[in-house]
């Protein structure tokens, strides 16, 4: 299973950007995938996730961020709008598959929001 995260560059806050994550390896419809980002000197936080039946967020991106899935394409995505500074992070997917009890991280994906 291979998870392969793109989408990150740098932009001015308000701006937005659309995060992908290709998942190679297994079929993406059955299963939960997220999105997490650590910014320089935190800890990696969760932002989003979906599942087969339902989505979630953080607060701190509630209302700005959509997380969807293309399951033909076994792709997720991440649309990032009203973009901040403190958005400014690396981002990661992750995949979780359920009955093995086992994460797959993809590489991160590098998201700078100026002032």
């Known amino acids: 299973v291979q998870l392969q995260a793109s989408g990150g560059g740098l932009v001015q806050a308000g701006a937005s950007l659309r995060l992908s994550c290709a998942v190679s390896g297994v079929s993406l419809g059955y299963y939960a995938i997220g999105w997490f980002r650590q910014a320089p000197g935190k800890e990696r936080e969760g932002v989003s996730c979906i599942s087969p039946s339902d989505s979630h967020y953080a607060d701190s991106v509630k209302g700005r961020f959509t997380i969807s899935r293309d399951n033909a394409k076994n792709t997720v995505y991440l649309q990032m709008n009203s973009l901040k500074p403190e958005d400014t992070a690396v981002y990661y997917c992750?995949?979780?598959?359920?009955?093995?009890?086992?994460?797959?991280w993809g590489n991160g994906t590098l998201v700078t929001v100026s002032s």
């Open positions: 992750r995949l979780y598959i359920a009955h093995r009890e086992i994460y797959y």
